[in-house]
């Protein structure tokens, strides 16, 4: 996901995609945080 961010960047993505992509990013890496420490 970190080269997907990078390389959109490169490429010239629009800022609006590059926050999307991170906001969801983000928030996948939350809930796996949160369902790793339910599970363990």
Do not use: C, N, P, W
Not at 2 to 30: E, N, P, Q, R
């Amino acid at each position: 996901m970190h080269l997907t961010i990078l390389f959109g960047g490169m490429v010239g993505a629009g800022l609006g995609s590059m926050l999307l992509f991170s906001g969801l990013k983000t928030l996948a890496d939350y809930l796996s945080q949160i369902v790793e420490h339910r599970v363990l």
